[in-house]
């Protein structure tokens, strides 16, 4: 399994990469115009999302100088979740940019190569903002009976937490 | 939602410190914070360029939409009672593709059009009478099985190359940034067939 999972890694992206630019070759496609026009967008995600990180790594900062975070860890229960991915898990399903925001936060308490660090990477890869995405479709439709849309995405976030601290 | 939590953090962070006496450190953190995030912006310049751009190669090439056609087969087992030619089959492969690929700014608006056309196929259903129970129309303002299914699995996340947090990992000093490809591939894997599974189920269960 790890082997596997390693190999996928190491691998992955350079066959995308190979596999999307002789695609486009074979297919006849200006490949290095549309890859600059392409990229173009790119930076503009890049510009967009500054505004929402100064927002949320200031927010979180001051959680964590305060000293909250480690007091709110000392409260938590030991044994069944490792204390400081809690915050992570409990934000992922509200806010995938607070959620970023707290990950961050691992990050650099941790480093990006301790398992918490890694738990909190494939976690975020592998969850969805549960309320947000939900409220979005059902609105645009004025559904306000949603039956087992709750159920199934609580349970297939929770497959993925399982999962990630599995795997990490 | 986000007000909210974000008022919330701040406002807990500055009481808790008075009450600590910790509030140099959160002016501190707070400037800090700031600096953090433009370094951050800067270094996903670089990956979100060239995501984006190998993108717009698929695109061009028809990649996607050769991605699109190939998703027809595992729609129609995941939506058994739309008919083989609706149109909004089309719609949620599109949003599919863009979930796998990780283009949030394509999934989601092509997922409200197939929420859209959902709606209209569960009017259809409204006026059209049935024997089979498990394929009765839902009244209106109730989530039909399609829709929950499309929620459900959208919500799994189907993302399979976490872009953003290859970018994020690099910025903090990780010595091998994509070494959580594989995994996150396998974990986003696992919660989409716990997702898929429990959709199955439901599908077949009598409606109330």
């Keep these: ?168 | 939602m986000l007000n909210g939590i974000w008022a919330g953090m701040l406002l807990i962070g500055i009481v808790f410190a008075a009450l600590h006496g910790t509030l140099d450190q959160v002016g501190q953190g707070l400037l800090d914070g700031t600096g953090e995030a433009v370094t951050l912006a800067i270094s996903m310049v670089g990956v979100m360029g060239l995501w984006c751009g190998l993108m717009e190669i698929a695109r061009q090439s028809g990649l996607l939409q050769a991605l699109n056609k190939m998703c027809r087969p595992l729609i129609r087992w995941l939506y058994p009672h739309i008919h083989k030619d609706d149109p909004v089959q089309e719609l949620i492969a599109t949003n599919m593709v863009a979930n796998l690929l990780g283009l949030g700014n394509a999934a989601t608006p092509a997922g409200l059009h197939a929420m859209k056309e959902l709606e209209r196929l569960e009017e259809q259903r409204r006026g059209a009478k049935t024997e089979r129970e498990d394929a009765r129309p839902v009244p209106k303002g109730v989530a039909s099985n399609e829709m929950c299914t499309l929620l459900v699995l959208n919500i799994s996340s189907l993302q399979l190359l976490p872009v953003t947090m290859i970018a994020y990992r690099s910025q903090y000093g990780s010595v091998d940034p994509t070494s959580i490809v594989g995994p996150a591939i396998v974990a986003t894997a696992i919660s989409t067939a716990v997702a898929v599974v429990f959709c199955k189920i439901m599908q077949r269960r009598k409606k109330r």
Excluded: Q
């Excluded at chain 1, 100088?65 to 979740?81: E, K, T």
């Excluded at chain 1, 190569?113 to 549960?130: K, N």
């Design chain 1, 1 to 168: 399994m790890d082997t596997f999972v390693n190999f996928l890694s190491g691998l992955f992206i350079p066959l995308l990469v190979f596999y999307i630019v002789g695609f486009g070759l074979l297919m006849k496609c200006p490949v290095f115009d549309a890859f600059t026009d392409g990229a173009k967008d790119g930076f503009h995600v890049a510009v967009s999302i500054l505004p929402t990180l100064i927002g949320l790594i200031a927010g979180v900062r001051v959680l964590r100088a305060s000293g909250f975070l480690d007091w709110l860890a000392g409260l938590l229960p030991r044994g069944v979740l490792p204390v400081p991915l809690v915050p992570v898990i409990l934000m992922r399903p509200f806010s995938s940019s607070a959620a970023t925001g707290l990950a961050l936060d691992i990050f650099k308490e941790y480093g990006p190569d301790s398992y918490l660090g890694r738990a909190a990477s494939i976690l975020l890869s592998c969850t969805e903002t549960v309320f947000y995405t939900m409220s979005l479709y059902f609105v645009t439709v004025k559904v306000t009976k949603t039956r087992w849309t709750m159920a199934g995405a609580m349970l297939a976030t929770a497959a993925g937490v399982a999962a990630s601290l599995w795997l990490a």
